[in-house]
């Protein structure tokens, strides 16, 4: 009853309950729709490059605004509503809740993050290997989910706005270091060590090689550091969570 | 019989403070155990160790024969909370709270659909089921979330103060329907504030103070061991001078009280008799006359805050 799969079903119902609760709350609607779009077309007007130049730092700006947007805010939420508790005390663990806040925060990312591709697609814009592309937003939605949720593991707060603003300051010098804006081999040296420490960066990578067959890293290591950077998100969130749980429910 | 709970040298600390102090008790299936404290004295605390909220620093903890620290989920499986600050989600309705925590439990959707639905008309909210649960009042919410906690069929449920702040209706509907599940052979552990409440529902009681448990019994008894509470409380048809009473060696004390006199003593056949006598000598008549158990209450202060708290 206890076992993985059964604790696994759990958050997909921990899942199902933040879609509904979460997904149309200001703050989300905020930095993970009308913000992604006003950046993106801060990015786009008035350069004077072809649209396929400009796709990988746009997909990549939208999919990591996109995907950190609803993770940030669920537990600080749920400490202020009083429903954390309640929810503690189903037979689910910590981990349970952890992963089922990634989830939502992947689905709703993963839904978001498809409309710049599907627009590239119309367009006629075709990247060298739809599949792999797919499949890289699948990992890139799910790191950028675990990231959002470890953002909201410290410090405890129960006011979402704060947690929004904090992650915020995560996110912005994340997106101007990870070669959205130069790319990584116009990057000095010294960029390009601080790039590397941004899991947006292997991302944008991935993209600009399936669309421009440029890319800086080998693909398979794009993929292994984006898998890499989503466990480390996800167990620390989860170290975190437990560690400041006892602060939240005082 | 079994223990449904199990508590042995639980210990908790935050920081320099000790919350709950190397306390251990039994709570017997088919028991409703209450456990009373004044705020801070650790209540929470311990019913947050046995539901798997918090781990202890020390100590073991067994809820429905599970180490709560080893096997936590097993635990809790076998367990209903109303926790002391808690809500329903309310962007969700009623049945949408209900159905969370029943799927939470990995409840089967036929048996699930069954139970939510014979709680929510036990309770009264069978009509407000597909409503968000943000229009319902503190009673109504209340309500659900004693739903909620029942919903899974709990062998032993957990209530830390579930009555507090509500009204005089949604209180004793409460306690009405906590009675009934404990006639269906389930264990309660029912923190509270209210000695009344405690007195009515509990088989037995804890007092904790100071993170340590300070009596624990039925109500009746612990209510026996503190005889020296006990009162006479005598109305006279004039003022009297109390003076002459606190002389008597039977009396520990005498103190008015409204329009009459308290006077506290273990010995109240004495007391009678001398009362009498003194109505006569002074030309008074007595028009009520009660002896007086110590009140639940009472013993709590005495244990808490000593015997002169009570006497005053």
Known sequence: MSSLTEQFKRSIIVAEKNIKIYYLKGPVILFGLVFPLFLALAYVVGRDIPLKEFLPGLIGMTTFFTATSVGPSIVPWETRSKTLERLLCCPVSISTIIVGDVFSSFIFGLIISVIPLALTLVLGIQPLNFVVLFLGLLVANLCFAALSVLLSAYPPTDVPATAMMLSSLVKFPLVFISGIFIPMEQLPQWGRAIASISPLTYFTDMVRQLFLSRGFYPLALDFLALVAFTAIFAFVAIKLHEKTLTERLS | ?312
Request: proline share 5%; charged share 25%; glycine share 6%.
């Open chain 2, 1 to 312: 019989m079994e223990d449904a709970i199990a508590v042995k040298e639980l210990t908790k600390r935050y920081g320099d403070v000790t919350a709950v102090d190397h306390i251990s008790f039994e709570v017997k299936e088919g028991e409703i155990f209450g456990f009373l404290g004044p705020n801070g004295a650790g209540k929470t605390t311990t019913i947050r160790i046995l539901t798997g909220l918090i781990r202890p620093d020390g100590g073991e903890a067994f809820v429905a024969g599970y180490d709560v620290l080893k096997n936590p989920i097993e635990a809790k499986q076998r367990a209903g909370v109303v926790p002391e600050v808690s809500n329903a989600y309310v962007d969700l309705t009623a049945w949408e709270n209900l159905a969370l925590i029943g799927k939470l439990y990995g409840m089967p959707s036929q048996k699930l659909r069954e139970n939510a639905t014979s709680l929510l008309k036990e309770f009264g909210l069978y009509e407000v089921k597909d409503r968000p649960v943000r229009a319902f009042s503190k009673g109504m919410k209340q309500r659900l979330l004693l739903c909620m906690a029942l919903v899974n069929d709990p062998e032993v449920l957990f209530l830390d103060e579930p009555t507090s702040g509500l009204d005089v209706e949604s209180a004793r509907l409460l306690r009405e329907k906590i009675t009934q599940y404990n006639r269906d052979g389930k264990t309660v552990f029912l923190s509270t504030h209210n000695m009344e409440e405690a007195n009515q529902l509990c088989h037995r009681v804890a007092i904790i103070n100071h993170g340590r448990i300070a009596a624990i019994d039925t109500p009746e008894k612990i209510r026996a061991q503190s005889m020296e509470l006990q009162y006479i409380e005598v109305a006279f048809n004039k003022p009297v001078d109390t003076q002459e009473f606190s002389e008597n060696p039977s009396i520990a004390k005498a103190v008015p009280a409204g329009n009459k006199l308290r006077i506290y003593t273990d010995d109240p056949p004495t007391i009678i008799e001398f009362l009498v006598e003194y109505a006569k000598k002074n030309d008074l008549r007595i028009l009520s006359l009660n002896t007086m158990m110590p009140s639940l209450e009472d013993v709590f202060l005495k244990l808490i805050r000593g015997k002169e708290a009570v006497m005053r």
